[in-house]
């Protein structure tokens, strides 16, 4: 059967693991903002890591039960309930007919992500259900637009499991002062060791212009010797440096290609973390060895199993 959205919040998106092998004609890979809680929603359901899910930013989202489940809630603390009852994050919850599912403002980070046992049977473009709104695509009407009231949110229903957490080791902090590991590359070599120090030793500001494209920071402007360059492809967590010094941490939703020099690239997994923070956030760079983030990265992927089905926990 199917939740029905009563209040479908402020932005609320259908999100899997995103959409792969389509950026040379322009299409960009969407996906969860936080890939951490993206994944250990599924795994706390013993969902494939790549079943897909809400992703709730703000919050604001209401929702009716119309078959039993079990549901996992994780990432930001965005006031979850069940039925009035107020409910943690990082948690899996069964859930009956009738039952209203509902969130209300950020308490604590700024995304939290819903997935329902089995993963939700939402349309898929290009082999994903992953919404952009910019390329108008995904989403359950493959439009790329957010849920509205009225939408079926459809699931098989199934017996409901024991309540599940995640480990309190793996559940960040997200009021925590925060360092994004950085790999040089792109353009670096056009940013002088003067203006390559002032960004490292700098703090930077998350500014208001924030969204699932990019990060825009305010602070001490660093500047390339390049006035611009032949348009190229991005890469997830490309920084890139306009012409006002201010760098733009390019996200899920990114263009594919740009012409503003990059002064390298942070990390797939500190990438997913900036993006909990809320205007107003101060941010550090730090210099990461790449050997060091492709190790970090095959560990990850190998505990969650990344690239691999697994088998549902019955």
Not at 42 to 50: A, K, Q
Not at 106 to 116: K, T
Not at 121 to 148: C, H, M, N, W, Y
Not at 158 to 185: C, E, K, M, R
Request: charged share 20%; aromatic share 10%.
């Amino acid at each position: 059967m199917a939740f029905k959205v009563i209040n479908p919040g402020l932005m609320t998106v259908t999100e899997d693991f995103g959409r792969f092998g389509y950026q040379h004609i322009g299409v960009t890979t969407g996906g969860p903002m936080d890939e951490h809680a993206f994944l250990w929603a599924n795994r706390l359901l013993g969902n494939s890591f790549d079943s897909a899910q809400l992703e709730i930013t703000i919050g604001q989202l209401s929702l009716e039960v119309q078959q039993p489940t079990t549901i996992a809630i994780t990432g930001g603390d965005l006031g979850a309930s069940i039925n009035g009852k107020r409910i943690k994050p990082w948690f899996s919850y069964p859930v009956d007919s009738g039952d209203l599912i509902a969130f209300n403002t950020a308490v604590n980070g700024l995304r939290a992500y819903l997935a329902v046992k089995g993963g939700f049977d939402f349309p898929q473009q290009l082999g994903s259900a992953s919404t952009v709104s910019r390329e108008k695509i995904g989403g359950l009407r493959s439009d790329g637009k957010k849920l509205a009231p009225g939408d079926l949110l459809n699931y098989k229903p199934t017996h409901p499991l024991p309540h599940t957490s995640v480990p309190s080791q793996f559940i960040p902090d997200y009021q925590a002062p925060i360092t994004l590991g950085v790999i040089p590359g792109y353009q670096c070599d056009s940013f002088s060791k003067a203006e390559i120090s002032k960004f490292f030793s700098s703090e930077y500001e998350v500014s208001a212009d924030i969204d699932r494209m990019g990060y825009r920071l305010s602070g001490e402007p660093v500047h390339s010797s390049l006035d611009g360059i032949i348009s190229e492809g991005i890469s997830y967590g490309a920084i890139q440096i306009p012409k006002d010094g201010q760098p733009i941490i390019l996200l899920r939703d990114r263009q594919t290609i740009g012409g503003y020099p990059k002064i390298g690239c942070v990390t797939s997994l500190d990438a997913a973390r900036i993006s909990q923070r809320g205007p107003g956030t101060k941010v550090r760079f730090a210099l990461k060895d790449i050997h060091e983030a492709e190790a970090d990265r095959m560990i990850y992927n190998n505990f969650f199993g990344i690239g691999r089905r697994i088998a549902p926990v019955n």
